[in-house]
């Protein structure tokens, strides 16, 4: 979560559907009941388990903290959201400005080992983020995500006796230069630094039970064709958490003076690792019995449920096809219709199924483009993200409050770049959306380039171009994380969202070399390599514009023409945008199943 932070006015929760597809996981309490008196009106039917029992079992938020309406949400997303919360408002203070200031006085005023401790991070990440994911899929993701969240304390506690052992004197010489801490003595200097490589590689793991396990059973816990706005909600509750650690960071810094002193930033520090203890007991609570299984899944989207599936083999199986060419000879007699019109409508199939068999296939590689994309996005970003408000200190010369105050502003810009984006993805697609909006943020990191000059000596223009550059690089992340879990398999989920620490290791091992061409040259010539390394990212994300639907839930770009209309209660349907389009197994249902279902 923290790397990608990479999380609409897309908030709408949707209305349950009369014809027995599952109720979305958050709705308001009153939908929820009327749903189900709805289905108690058919007498002796056995209603099947979906996400609506699950909803109205779980966690029910009192209409004084929700605008006056009672919401029922699932106990994981509840959970989830509040860890993202909490842990965005404590990684925002002791993992943020204060820690990059910190750790560049423990390396003697150097920007390199802030770079190496970060890629000491990203490395423990690495080797524990397939054994993380692949145990989650297996033993299950609660017990994997408790054994994390005792981590978390251990970490914690750890990192705080550090801290105390440190110090906070500092050492510097006749002309008032830093010289480093009195807990470096001339035969112990490095001393500090190793230590301080070891509390990381432990927050290392820590961020990828987060981005692992954590997000896998926030995505089993939400339906498929939903994921995008559940996600948004995702993304939200972190980012907006993150504007609460700089704000409360401006008040200690304004009051410990607003220097940029060890003492002062390791209370920042302090903080916000006490916060971060909160995450422990609801890592805790996080079950797996709680998620939604695959026939609740299933009922949510039927075009998911209804896709192809793949053999062994990689190749598109034809079991969708079979079962649709029953459905058709079925209707055909139930309507009278001639043998020989059906033979036609058999026929006319045939150049749609192939397609559709040939899109499968490579549609198998959207996870693997996602993974690339995001890996070669990493190392670029990682080059600069860490050194952003040290650029801020040392070349623009602004006091610990200011650069905060930059750092408070940016997720509120964020959140609603996000929701334009995700309200954007809706007209013209989430692939599409996604390249808009992160090409334009590339852009802003282009302008800081090559108008370096003008824009270091006026702030007030440099800051607005910062916020808007890193609101639009990171707006598209609920829908990117959508896409991939709509065409991840349910089993493979935790094992994918693992492998966002190989990304992660990348970006921190390109902290170091970032860290590395600052010492060298300047902070703005790691700009200019970030920006190409992005937008290299977003020529390999632009290959899914031919396999991604631009509606979400669809697997086909056939399923692009199908319009919204509302039934005869009022509640949205779906209609295909011609009478060849129509669904057979749609006439057939109910001579062949339950008329509660339809």
Known sequence: MSRNSSINSNMSTGRAESNGRAKPLLATTSESYSAVDDRDEVPNVDRPTSAVSTTKKDISLPAWLCCGHSIAMNHNVFLTLAICAVYGVSESLWNGTANAAYLKK??????????????????????????????ADKAGRSYIIAFGGWLVLAATVFHIVLLMWIGTEEIEDEDNDFLGISAASPENRTLPLWLYGVVMAMWGVCDGV????????????????????????????????????????????????????????RVILYVGLGIGLLTVPLMLMLDDKKALDETAEADANPATANATNVDADGGASTQTSRESAD?????????????????????????????????????????YIIFAQS???????????????????????????????????????????????????????????????????????????????????????????????????????????????????????????????????GWCGSAAYGGWLADKYDYTYTFLITALLQLAAMVVFATLLPLVPRKEGSRDHEDDNVVEVEDENGAPGEQPGSEDDIDPESVVAPLLHDTSNE
């Open 210 to 265: 987060f981005n692992g396990p954590v997000q896998a059973l926030y995505a089993d816990s939400t339906a498929t064709g939903e994921r995008s706005v559940y996600y948004t909600y995702l993304f939200a509750s972190y980012i907006g958490a993150t504007s609460v650690g700089p704000i409360v960071s401006i008040f200690l810094f304004q009051s410990l003076g607003d220097t940029w002193g060890l003492y002062e930033l």
């Open 327 to 367: 459905g058709r000879a079925c209707a055909s007699e139930a309507t009278s219709a001639t043998v020989d019109e059906d033979a036609d409508a058999d026929n006319a199939d045939v150049p749609r199924s192939e397609t559709t068999s040939a899109l499968r296939k490579w549609q198998r590689w959207i996870p």
């Open 375 to 505: 890996l070669v996005m990493a190392i670029g970003s990682g080059m600069t993200v860490k050194f952003f408000p040290l650029f801020f200190k040392d070349e623009v010369g602004m006091s610990p409050s200011h650069v905060q105050i930059i750092y408070a502003c940016v997720p509120f810009i964020m959140i609603i770049a996000s929701g334009a984006c995700s309200e954007a993805a809706k007209y013209i697609g989430r692939v599409q959306a996604t390249l808009a909006f992160t090409t334009s943020g590339i852009g802003c990191l282009f302008s800081m380039v090559f108008f370096k000059s003008y824009l270091d000596t006026h702030p007030f223009v440099l800051v607005p171009v910062f916020i808007i550059h890193t609101s639009l690089v990171n707006s598209a992340y609920p829908l990117q994380e959508s896409i991939l879990m709509d065409f991840v398999a349910k089993e493979e989920r935790a094992r994918w969202k693992s492998l966002e620490s190989v990304a992660t290791f």
């Open 106 to 135: 423990l390396g003697h005023n150097r920007n390199g080992p802030l770079g190496n401790i970060e890629a000491v991070s990203g490395l423990s990440s690495l080797l524990t983020a397939l054994p993380v994911g692949y145990l």
